[in-house]
């Protein structure tokens, strides 16, 4: 079996900028995203080779619509999966001590990355909101919500995804 890059994207903040989302028509999915951090985001699929799983509240779409949606707009990169609710997953509870119950986003991850162990190689984490658990920062960019992805958190991405 082969393993996998995975990059988890949050997309509010990220691909959408708090200042986009109001500039912007929308389409049948919602506001289309920021070129420029698009653009960002090619360029870590391109440079890494990661396969993309949504942890953005988007993923309540579910997986085909989300799918559909990239493919639609000509996105980067392939979703390959979203993450796990958090508060209807058993298992995720069952796995996870009574402090993760306080990083709700990184708790789904986990969850996602217990259920997934022996197909991942490296993982990043590209989110506005820093919910994620203390074991999951050194694999953690944190984007300004304001400005969405930037080039330099692009690089940042790449440089831990391609850590051997």
Same mark, same amino acid.
């Given at each position: $079996? ?42 870590? &699929? ?7 799983? &949504?942890?953005?509240?988007?993923? %309540? ?7 559909? $949606? ?17 508060? %209807? ?7 996870? %001590? ?50 969405? $992805? ?15």
């Amino acid at each position: $079996m082969s393993k996998h890059k995975i990059l988890f994207l949050d997309i509010d903040g990220v691909l959408n900028p708090q200042w986009w989302e109001r500039k912007k028509p929308s389409d049948k999915y919602g506001v289309p995203f920021d070129p420029k951090t698009v653009a960002c985001l090619e360029k870590i &699929i391109v440079e890494t080779g990661a396969n993309i799983v &949504i942890s953005s509240s988007w993923k %309540n779409m579910g997986l085909s619509v989300v799918q559909d $949606m990239w493919r639609e707009r000509g996105l980067p990169g392939k979703v390959m999966d979203i993450t796990p609710d958090y508060l %209807n997953e058993s298992l995720l509870c069952s796995e996870l %001590n009574n402090d993760d119950a306080l990083y709700e986003r990184g708790c789904e991850i986990k969850g996602w990355l217990f259920l997934h162990k022996d197909e991942i190689s490296q993982y990043i984490i590209v989110d506005d909101m820093d919910d994620i658990l203390p074991e999951q920062q050194q694999r953690f960019v944190h984007i300004d919500p304001n400005t969405g $992805m930037s080039e330099d958190d692009a690089e940042k991405a790449i440089a831990i995804l391609n850590k051997e």
